[in-house]
């Protein structure tokens, strides 16, 4: 796909920050796609991952119903990768990306949810959840990537380096 270009012939900038693009176009599609591979062809791994040791013992046997919730992670894993690269990528209208942000920042919320349910919340025991000095490798990469992506999709939404609201708007 060309670069849209002005009258004059010069490459008309992208309106929407390069740290955006590089989190939505390339991490976080190729983080969705390989956890989505994790939950479905490396099960206990990825459980040992999102989980705390004393949410789920490595090694303990699965029930079809954790088989059939992994897959439905998966595929909604895939589709958060795909939406952004089919929806996202091609697009240069501000309007399209607020959408998709606003609608991915709601899905952020139940992801921290199921993460703090996973750490342990419902039996009170989500102390690193709530603490990064507490986390485990496991969680920089699960925790980590979750919080940065919805702060930094909430700093998207406030026009956090894109020249204020007015700047953002005029650029539409």
Not at 10 to 36: D, K, M, T
Not at 82 to 108: M, N, Q, Y
Not at 119 to 138: H, I, K, V
């Amino acid at each position: 796909m060309s670069s849209p270009t002005s009258t004059s012939g010069a490459a008309i900038p992208h309106p929407v920050p390069l740290v955006y693009r590089l989190f939505h176009l390339y991490l976080e599609p190729f983080s969705a796609i390989v956890g989505a591979a994790q939950s479905l062809f490396t099960t206990p791994t990825y459980l040992s991952i999102i989980t705390q040791p004393n949410v789920y013992v490595s090694g303990a046997p699965l029930t079809s119903l954790n088989h059939l919730l992994l897959a439905q992670v998966a595929s909604l894993y895939v589709l958060l990768g795909v939406f952004e690269l089919t929806v996202l990528r091609p697009s240069r209208d501000l309007k399209i990306w607020r959408g998709a942000i606003v609608a991915i920042s709601c899905s952020d919320v139940g992801h921290l949810y199921a993460a703090w349910v996973g750490q342990g919340g419902l039996e009170g025991t989500s102390g690193a959840f709530w603490d990064p000095r507490l986390w485990r490798g496991e969680e920089w990469i699960n925790l980590g990537l979750t919080w940065f992506g919805f702060f930094l999709r909430l700093a998207f939404l406030a026009g956090v380096g894109m020249g204020g609201v007015k700047g953002a708007r005029k650029r539409e």
